[in-house]
């Protein structure tokens, strides 16, 4: 089974779509790892969208701030001031929907998805003080995380050797494919669909094939002029609007 793997689309609806577009045929179910909304100025349609492709979808923090089921006083003021303008956008479905979302993590078929890590799902994983606690408890070979927006993620091989994983991406419009060692465990980020903090401004995905033990990791452009305009539009803070394009 190959699965798509999504994860913090953050209402980017043209990130949304040109992911959708790249890995078309490329997967046989995909999941998505939460934040579905929050920053971007197309909650409602992107969980349309999500809600269409995913077989299992799990709720990110800000899913379940913009969902009122936690207030907002652990996000900077930015991030508040979206979750404000989210909640007006929401219809009432939407906002059910995403009140309704399973906290995760869950166990799919040989794998495990959580939004931040499985020992909390608010946390960030981003290093090894925060991977290895994670690596190191029996539980799946791979875990897919997101909640960072950084695509890539951690191994521990069986001889116990911690390493990082970074995409890496030729100019040839090739996936950056990484083949999964026997014995070795792994935490795999896809990358953020709608807010990438990896510098890289492009939207991220993976698909995790598991017969052939392979990640792949995607890059691709999208129409960021609509999407800012969209949030110019929609009065969300200018520096939301600018960090898109630098993916920071
Ligand atoms: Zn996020």
């Given at each position: 089974m190959r699965y798509l793997l999504l994860s913090d689309p953050h209402s980017n609806l043209e990130a949304l779509e040109a992911c959708l577009d790249l890995a078309k045929?490329?997967?046989?179910?995909?999941?998505?790892?939460?934040?579905?909304?929050?920053?971007?100025?197309?909650?409602?349609?992107?969980i349309d969208i999500v809600k269409?492709?995913?077989?299992?979808?799990?709720?990110?923090?800000?899913d379940k701030?913009?969902?009122?089921?936690?207030?907002?006083?652990?996000?900077?003021?930015l991030a508040r001031q979206a979750v404000e303008w989210t909640r007006q956008a929401l219809t009432p479905e939407h906002f059910e929907f995403l009140r309704t979302l399973p906290t995760g993590p869950?166990?799919?078929?040989?794998?495990?998805?959580?939004?931040?890590?499985?020992?909390?799902?608010?946390?960030?994983i981003v290093g090894p003080s925060q991977a290895l606690p994670v690596l190191r408890t029996p539980q799946t070979q791979v875990v897919c995380f997101g909640h960072s927006h950084y695509q890539g993620g951690f191994m521990l091989s069986p001889q116990g050797r911690y390493q990082s994983i970074r995409a890496q991406f030729k100019h040839d419009g090739n996936p950056s494919t990484l083949t999964l060692e026997a014995g070795a465990?792994?935490?795999?980020?896809?990358?953020s669909i709608?807010?990438?903090?990896?510098?890289?401004?492009?939207?991220?995905?993976a698909i995790l094939d598991l017969p052939q033990?392979?990640?792949?990791?995607?890059?691709?452009?999208?129409?960021?002029?609509?999407?800012?305009e969209k949030m110019r539009v929609?009065?969300?803070?200018?520096?939301?609007?600018?960090?898109?394009?630098?993916g920071r």
């Open positions: 045929g490329k997967y046989d179910e995909a999941v998505c790892l939460g934040d579905l909304v929050g920053y971007g100025p197309d909650p409602n349609a992107v269409a492709t995913s077989k299992i979808i799990i709720r990110g923090n800000h701030v913009c969902a009122g089921l936690e207030d907002a006083s652990e996000f900077n003021p869950v166990m799919m078929d040989g794998f495990l998805i959580v939004h931040g890590s499985p020992l909390d799902e608010d946390e960030y465990r792994y935490l795999i980020n896809p990358g709608g807010q990438p903090r990896d510098g890289d401004w492009r939207a991220a995905f033990n392979t990640v792949e990791y995607y890059r691709t452009a999208y129409d960021l002029p609509k999407t800012q929609a009065g969300l803070p200018a520096p939301l609007i600018r960090r898109l394009e630098f």
